[in-house]
């Protein structure tokens, strides 16, 4: 399954509503433009050649989910530097106001102050979060963002955490780093990103140790992730079925069809209850709580 019109029917066969999805990217048009100019380039942030295949409007995106049934979504957006969290929140929440199918979603940086733009975004709506350790080059065990995993654990608030080394390693991503963010924190209900890729044992450790630590599936399985350890893909199965693997996708910023991640993940043999956990019951249920 290549072609992303036969999306709804690959979700209609699971009888499902339709597909959620808790990674994907929704910015204010310079930032974006200047993500896509990164890809592009084939610069630090992605390290290979990734041409971006969903380059519409924000109007044209949106109804390309929609015609697939993606019928939960995000807008994650992700702080890179001091002073910019608060107004990328203040977009991204604007946007999930004008669009009933995304989930409310808001950035954070270790500056001062930050632990009041996480609690001014919570007051204004957000239902999740996102940051990116490779991009942003920060330790996650900042002092200063201390009291902002205690409060995401105290409220149940998921936050998405590319913490994986992939594509370009820093002294900060692995799963040592934000494991010991999870030793402090271990109520806090994380998302690793990309299920850490590569280091996927080790995060896959982490969630066996910290029972609200999910991982989703952005890119992985796909011919654009090769390499995905066979001996591991049992713990895999298990943790979707235990609802601890949630669907993911980078749309837009992908180099293949929507359609290919749906298909790498049936390729995987898992059965049916294994697709409707990922696609749809395991990240409903995370934000229910």
Request: aromatic content about 10%.
């Amino acid at each position: 399954m290549n072609d992303d019109a036969e999306v709804p029917a690959f979700w209609q066969a699971l009888g499902l509503p339709g597909l959620f999805d808790v990674h994907t990217h929704f910015l204010p048009e310079r930032m974006l433009r200047k993500v896509w100019a990164h890809f592009d380039a084939g610069g630090p942030l992605v390290g290979r050649p990734w041409p971006i295949r969903y380059r519409g409007s924000d109007e044209e995106r949106i109804g390309q989910l929609r015609a697939m049934g993606v019928r939960r979504f995000t807008a994650l957006a992700y702080a890179h530097r001091p002073a910019m969290a608060a107004d990328l929140n203040a977009w991204t929440l604007g946007f999930a106001a004008r669009t009933p199918e995304c989930v409310p979603s808001a950035t954070f940086f270790p500056e001062p102050g930050v632990l009041g733009v996480v609690d001014a975004a919570l007051a204004g709506g957000a239902r999740i979060f996102k940051v990116h350790l490779q991009v942003g080059a920060y330790d996650p065990n900042d002092p200063l963002l201390e009291p902002v995993w205690g409060r995401l654990a105290e409220t149940g608030t998921p936050v998405v955490v590319h913490a994986g080394s992939g594509p370009v390693a820093n002294g900060h991503t692995g799963p040592g780093p934000f494991g010991e963010v999870l030793r402090r924190h271990p109520a806090l209900a994380a998302v690793i990103a990309h299920f850490g890729a590569p280091e996927y044992e080790g995060f896959l450790d982490l969630a066996d140790r910290y029972p609200n630590v999910r991982l989703d599936t952005t890119m992985v399985f796909t011919t654009f992730f090769p390499g995905f350890p066979p001996e591991l893909l049992p713990r895999v199965e298990e943790l979707g079925l235990a609802g601890r693997v949630l669907l993911g996708s980078d749309f837009p910023n992908i180099p293949h069809p929507y359609a290919h991640q749906l298909d790498s993940l049936q390729r995987l043999g898992f059965g049916d209850d294994w697709l409707r956990a990922v696609c749809w019951g395991n990240a409903a249920g995370m934000m229910e709580r």
